[in-house]
C-alpha cells in the first residue's frame, strides 16, 4: 500500500480492486487518474482538506451515499427514494365565483375570479346567452333572434285595459250591433287584435232569433298565416243550443298574447240569427277579390258538416264576405 506526497499525480499503480491508497497526514491535494480511478480505489487515512482529488468510481450499485453530493453529469436509476410526491389535480368543483381543486394527495386549493350566477341588474354591451336564457322577467329595448316560448307579462290592475268579469269583443268602437243570419254549416271569420296579454274565462254570444229544434252553435280559435289568413285551429268550443234567443256562453279559459292577430269563427249546424259588429266598427281587411269593390270585414267559409278543420287549408273554397255582411260579435268574459 503506497503513500503519496502532496499535489502527486498518481496514475497505473493499481491493477485490483482490492488495493487501498493510503493518504497522510498533510497532503491536500491528489490527482487519481487511470487504474485508480478504474477500479475505483478506497481513500484511508488521516489527510484531511483534500480539495484536488478526481477520480470516478465504478458503477454504483446500491447503498448510501452521505453528505453533500453532486452528480456534473446525469443521473439515472430505476427507484428513486425520498423523492419529493409528484402533486397534480384530480379534480374540482365550483360554486358562487370559486372553484375548489383537490390534488391526489388530498389537499386543496381555490381560485377565485370568476363571475358568479347572474342574479338580477343590468347587463351592458351585447350579450350572448349560448345556453339559453331563463327567466320570470326579461327587460330589453332589442331582442335578437327568435323569441319562441317568450311570454310577454299579463298586465293587472290599474294598468289593464281590462276589467275582471266585464265582458269584451273584437269590435273597433263601442257602437250599436246589427245583425247576421247564418247558414247551415259555414263559419263566419273575424279578425281580432289584444292591445295587452289577456285572459278570459268565458266566450259566448246573443242570438237575436232562433234556430229550429236541434240548432246548434260553436265557437273557433285560429292563429294567422305570415299573409295574415287564418292558419290553425287553436280552440274549438262545445256547442249551445240556438233554440232560445238570449245570451249563450260557455265557459273555457283563453289567453291571448298581445298585437297578435287572431281569427274568431262562429259556427252553425242550421239557420239562427246573432248580433253583428256594426260595420263602422268593423276591421278593414282590404278589398280581397277586386280594388273596384268595399273593403271587406270578415272571412266567410262553407263546410260539409259542422266539424270546426284542423286548418284553414282544410277548408277548401272561401270567400271574402262584402262588407255589407258585418260578422257575428263574440263576446270574452275577462276572468
Not at 174 to 184: K, M, V
Not at 229 to 243: D, E, F, G, R, V
Request: with cysteine; charged share 5%; aromatic share 12%.
Amino acid at each position: 500500500m503506497p503513500d503519496f506526497f502532496n499535489n502527486e499525480i498518481v496514475n497505473g499503480l493499481f491493477t485490483d480492486p482490492t488495493d487501498i491508497l493510503f493518504v497522510p497526514n498533510g497532503v491536500t491535494a491528489l490527482t487519481l487518474t487511470s487504474s485508480a480511478a478504474t477500479f475505483g480505489v478506497p481513500l484511508v487515512g488521516n489527510g484531511s482538506g483534500l480539495t484536488g482529488i478526481t477520480a470516478s468510481s465504478t458503477p454504483f450499485t446500491g447503498g448510501t451515499v452521505t453528505g453533500t453530493t453532486t452528480f456534473t453529469g446525469s443521473l439515472s436509476a430505476t427507484t428513486y427514494l425520498g423523492l419529493p410526491t409528484d402533486i397534480r389535480v384530480t379534480g374540482g368543483t365550483y360554486s358562487n365565483g370559486t372553484a375548489t381543486f383537490t390534488n391526489n394527495t388530498g389537499g386543496t386549493f381555490n381560485v377565485t375570479g370568476f363571475s358568479t350566477p347572474f342574479t338580477g341588474g343590468t347587463v351592458t354591451g351585447s350579450t350572448t346567452f349560448s345556453a339559453g336564457l331563463s327567466a320570470s322577467t326579461i327587460s330589453a329595448t332589442t331582442f335578437y333572434g327568435s323569441a319562441t316560448g317568450m311570454t310577454e307579462q299579463p298586465i293587472t290592475g290599474l294598468y289593464s285595459a281590462f276589467a275582471s268579469l266585464a265582458y269584451y269583443d273584437y269590435g273597433l268602437t263601442a257602437i250599436a250591433y246589427g245583425t247576421r243570419a247564418l247558414a247551415a254549416n259555414e263559419i263566419i271569420f273575424s279578425p281580432m287584435i289584444w292591445p295587452e296579454q289577456v285572459t278570459f274565462d268565458r266566450i259566448g254570444i246573443n242570438i237575436t232569433a232562433t234556430g229550429a229544434t236541434g240548432t246548434m252553435i260553436k265557437f273557433c280559435i285560429f292563429d294567422s298565416d305570415a299573409n295574415g289568413i287564418p292558419n290553425n285551429l287553436i280552440y274549438s268550443s262545445t256547442t249551445a243550443s240556438t233554440t232560445t234567443t238570449g245570451f249563450k256562453e260557455i265557459t273555457q279559459t283563453l289567453t291571448f298574447n298581445k298585437n297578435v292577430k287572431y281569427w274568431c269563427g262562429v259556427q252553425s249546424n242550421g239557420i239562427c240569427t246573432t248580433a253583428a259588429i256594426a260595420l263602422t266598427s268593423c276591421y278593414n281587411l282590404g278589398s280581397m277579390t277586386n280594388p273596384s269593390n268595399a273593403p271587406t270585414c270578415s272571412i266567410r267559409v262553407i263546410l260539409a258538416n259542422f266539424n270546426s278543420p284542423a286548418n284553414f287549408a282544410a277548408v277548401g273554397t272561401w270567400a271574402a264576405s262584402k262588407s255589407s255582411l258585418i260578422p257575428p260579435v263574440v263576446k270574452f268574459r275577462k276572468s
